[in-house]
């Protein structure tokens, strides 16, 4: 049973520039957490979705927007990337009941120059 | 104030030692709370959940306290293996983990 994947697992973009992150949730979850992790800190929610819609949100500016599929699976856009925007992007899915167990996946990290 | 805040690390134990963190979070309505490990460069990686007054797994034990809104990790008998960031986390409505900055964990020889 394949857990949470997460594609590309490094990259690397310059000031400006946008970028799409994907994750595949665990076989049986419906729903899609998204968290950005930077370095020294603890990972700080961005958004949820949950039957393709963005259920509830982090304080994250507009930059950040997100779609999940018919499949689950989820994308994560940001645009004009700023040099703070460098992170481990972390994927996270569970069963979509109110306190169900998060499984997170490796993670994106994204060095932005 | 953050909502969860940890113990400033790093810790540095030898082997065999006993070793606490705590965590205190400011959210009273929090029902769910978790200790999560993360290595170097890995995700977090689910350690324990505490739900009611604590429990125990093995060498560790996590315990609540709700009048005093904190959360304690005990690791006993400390293995180099334990070295790793000790992530606290309390679950809001809607399966959103809310975080503290870590604990780094150094077990040395």
């Known amino acids: 049973d394949a857990g949470v994947t997460q594609s590309p697992t490094h990259l690397i973009k310059t000031r400006g520039q946008q970028v799409t992150l994907r994750c595949s949730p665990k076989?049986?979850?419906?729903?899609v957490s998204w968290y950005q992790q930077a370095l020294g800190q603890g990972p700080q929610f961005i958004f949820q979705?949950?039957?393709?819609?963005?259920?509830q949100r982090g304080n994250f500016p507009d930059r950040f927007s997100g779609h999940q599929f018919p499949n689950y699976s989820s994308e994560l856009n940001v645009n004009a990337l700023l040099l703070g925007d460098s992170a481990l992007y972390l994927c996270a899915s569970s069963a979509g009941t109110p306190t169900g167990e998060l499984f997170f996946g490796e993670g994106s990290r994204l060095t932005v120059l | 104030r953050k909502e969860v805040e940890q113990d400033p690390g790093p810790f540095n134990v030898p082997e065999g030692a006993t070793v606490a963190f705590n965590c205190t979070y400011s959210n009273s309505a929090s029902q769910s709370f978790f200790w999560y490990r993360q290595d170097c460069r890995k995700e977090p990686k689910l350690l324990m959940s505490v739900y009611s007054s604590g429990n125990e797994d093995g060498r560790f034990t996590a315990q609540l306290n709700r009048a005093s809104q904190y959360i304690s990790l005990l690791i006993r008998d400390s293995k180099l293996s334990d070295s790793a960031t000790y992530l606290c986390a309390n679950m809001e409505y809607g399966n959103k983990l809310v975080f503290g900055a870590g604990t780094i964990l150094r077990v040395k020889s």
């Open positions: 076989s049986g979850h419906d729903t």
């Open positions: 979705y949950y039957e393709e819609e963005e259920r």
